[in-house]
């Protein structure tokens, strides 16, 4: 795919978010019904703000890429002619969205049968999206303000700023002391964020995100804004991690490989 093909499905990728946010909104710091899922780590909410912002996008995807294929948390997969699939999380961090917290935004991502090209995180009640593309450098974005992304510079694990969503991510022995290889010298760790863990990264205001457990639609949209804003993200062997699994992702690609190296010993 050439970089202009990626910038032109990011631009509809951003567009499809807002409209998603804006179905999203009314339902913000509302009572509403919440559905409990279930998943590994127990509770697991589902509301009507997820499953109409899935509705919207998939509405949108197929009216400008009908041969494309779409795979979303609410509403499953469907295939397509085209080697395209669009990777859906209406609402990542539905927690904090049913409790009125900030740290939740709307995922859509552009898989072209080998990686992720396009990825955008939303989120409406701020105004705030993160954008990349493969090829291009990612933004941030509000109204008609645009401004790069970058990591900082961080190689020694004892500078570190590491983040984590859960810490019932890691269950096993062999999880906790993946945790604990990464996060034990560091400067300190904080636990909370789902996708605004990898933006605070792609800003430069933190510089490890490790994670376990993460479904296709937690992560692709995330990859190309860290990688576009100079981050490295992988499996925790230094593979692809675009089906999801065991994450780590980084600001510094030295402390990438540094910190590889403590989870394979």
Not at 52 to 76: F, L, M, Q, T
Request: overall charge negative.
């Amino acid at each position: 795919m050439s970089p202009r093909d990626a910038a032109d499905y990011l631009e509809f990728a951003y567009h499809t978010a807002l409209a998603a946010g804006a179905a999203i909104l009314p339902h913000f710091r509302e009572a509403i019904a919440v559905e409990d899922k279930r998943n590994f780590m127990g509770y697991d909410p589902v509301t009507i703000a997820d499953r109409d912002a899935e509705a919207v996008i998939r509405a949108a995807i197929k009216r400008a890429y009908p041969s494309h294929g779409i795979h979303g948390e609410e509403h499953g997969r469907e295939s397509g002619t085209a080697p395209y699939t669009w990777v859906i999380d209406p609402i990542d961090g539905t927690k904090s969205f049913i409790l009125g917290q900030l740290h939740w935004g709307v995922l859509i991502a552009l898989h072209d049968g080998t990686r992720p090209v396009a990825g955008v995180v939303h989120q409406p009640y701020v105004g705030e999206t993160f954008v990349g593309a493969a090829g291009g450098r990612a933004q941030w974005r509000r109204g008609d303000e645009r401004r790069t992304l970058a990591t900082r510079a961080c190689a020694r694990v004892e500078d570190a700023i590491v983040v984590t969503t859960d810490p019932r991510q890691f269950r096993t022995p062999a999880e906790v002391a993946a945790l604990n290889a990464v996060a034990d010298d560091a400067r300190f760790l904080r636990y909370g964020g789902d996708c605004y863990c990898y933006t605070q990264l792609a800003m430069g205001f933190v510089d490890v995100v490790i994670e376990n457990g993460l479904q296709p639609y937690d992560v692709q949209a995330l990859i190309p804004i860290v990688e576009g804003a100079g981050g490295r993200i992988s499996d925790w062997n230094g593979g692809s991690c675009d089906q999801g699994g065991a994450v780590l992702a980084t600001g510094d690609p030295t402390l990438h490989e540094r910190l590889l190296l403590r989870l394979r010993t």
